[in-house]
């Protein structure tokens, strides 16, 4: 046994007595009321999932098992000579809920080299789709032709105590998160770079090696880290964080649980913010004849623009109530790495004007910035000027986090997700007092 999945094991042996206890001492606890507008409006804000994986704060951010972005920057060891943390200790992170050392993220880094190799079978299927295919199917097929590959499947046929379900649903995640790389890449190249393949080089870390096979020189394999890790969990309601807790509360292996997330991430109203923002900010330039404003003059647009009743994408969100530190993180490499890019020079001058005016304007609950304020600019910038290539990205980094969850969904023997439905009539008399 790793030493990560016997740290693993002592967390699960010490964490279940919580949850029985919370189950039988407390089951009927009442955590808040369900209205009819969250009913009909995708239940937003009903608190009725569980997760210690991450936690979003409205005023520090989203934290990875208890720790704040910058924390989580700071404190996880980093590949030699690299600005960002390795990938691998941010996964014992998650997994665990503890910081790894020097030593123990290097054996993670040592686990995923054995288990990277994709089998071929997975190369055939995407050479055999058509090549107008969206990434995103590619990437979704890819993960699902996979499927006969899981341990979870055999263990579980052979009888395997339900006790003990998280063990092969472990050895199903790593064996994942370990090709995801490689298949992103080589849906990049086989895609948009005529079929020119660069092999998977064992002796890089999982990031680097990610930059290695898109074929991108230092130092997008630092934005690789930082990509993955800020795009790696939001809490558990999210469509793609949902749909794989949902589907793989079915005791569908993880192969079919994050085969559906990928699918979910696809939709325009989740993953594809990033790619819309970017858009928006080409618009903008276009519009400014590629004069880069100067405050006033982006003030001025910002107005025009609200006044029209349009909106600025990139601002606002349902739960923060500052600047996203996802945005922050990003906006710090970039000011280190590309300051003088004409369309990052764009998105700071937005940064400087929009909060202001948004507050002013009254109607956003919080004017500041998200993760996807500047995300695929950072991306287009390093030569991904693929749209639809975005979201791929997006979905390596979310793995991380919905397989963690999946792992200690099945340490704790969550059953499967059927909440009770209501008709609309039934809704009506509700609200009649019938």
Request: hydrophobic share 40%; charged share 25%.
């Amino acid at each position: 046994m790793s030493k990560l999945k016997e740290k693993l094991y002592e967390k699960i042996e010490g964490w279940r007595p919580r949850t029985t206890k919370l189950l039988k001492e407390h089951g009927d606890v009442k955590l808040g009321d369900v209205t009819i507008t969250q009913a009909i409006g995708g239940m937003r804000g009903v608190k009725c999932l569980v997760t210690d994986i991450s936690y979003l704060d409205p005023f520090e951010g989203i934290r990875f098992r208890g720790f704040t972005i910058p924390e989580v920057l700071e404190k996880l060891p980093r590949p030699p000579g690299a600005e960002i943390p390795y990938v691998e200790g941010f996964i014992y992170l998650l997994l665990t809920g503890d910081l790894p050392t020097e030593n123990e993220v290097k054996e993670v880094a040592e686990e995923f080299k054995v288990r990277r190799k994709v089998p071929a079978y997975v190369f055939d299927v995407l050479n055999a789709m058509p090549a107008d295919s969206h990434p995103m199917v590619m990437f979704s097929s890819a993960l699902l032709s996979m499927q006969r590959e899981s341990v979870f499947v055999k263990q579980y046929k052979s009888g395997i105590s339900k006790m003990d379900y998280w063990d092969p649903t472990y050895e199903d995640a790593l064996n994942l998160l370990a090709k995801l790389p490689e298949i992103g890449a080589y849906i990049y190249r086989k895609k948009y770079r005529e079929g020119n393949i660069i092999p998977s080089d064992p002796n890089l870390d999982w990031g680097g090696n990610f930059a290695h096979m898109m074929g991108i020189d230092k130092p997008y394999d630092d934005l690789s880290r930082l990509y993955f890790i800020l795009h790696s969990d939001h809490e558990s309601g999210n469509v793609s964080a949902h749909t794989g807790h949902l589907v793989a509360s079915a005791l569908s292996d993880s192969f079919y649980a994050i085969s559906a997330m990928i699918n979910g991430l696809a939709g325009p109203l989740h993953g594809l913010a990033n790619e819309e923002v970017l858009r928006w900010i080409q618009g903008v330039m276009e519009k400014m004849g590629g004069k880069v404003p100067d405050k006033e003059e982006m003030k001025k647009f910002v107005w025009d623009t609200l006044n029209s009743g349009q909106v600025i994408p990139g601002y606002g969100h349902a739960v923060l109530r500052k600047t996203d530190p996802r945005y922050t993180a990003q906006r710090e490499f970039c000011l280190k790495h590309l300051p003088d890019d004409k369309i990052f020079q764009y998105v700071s001058t937005l940064y400087e004007v929009v909060p202001d005016i948004l507050q002013e304007h009254g109607k956003a609950k919080n004017p500041w910035p998200n993760v996807d304020a500047q995300s695929g600019v950072i991306q287009w910038y390093y030569g991904i000027r693929e749209y639809d290539f975005y979201t791929v990205l997006f979905g390596i980094g979310r793995s991380i986090g919905v397989l963690s969850n999946i792992v200690w969904d099945r340490a704790l023997g969550y059953p499967i997700e059927r909440p009770k439905s209501l008709t609309t009539k039934m809704l009506e008399d509700i609200a009649a007092g019938k």
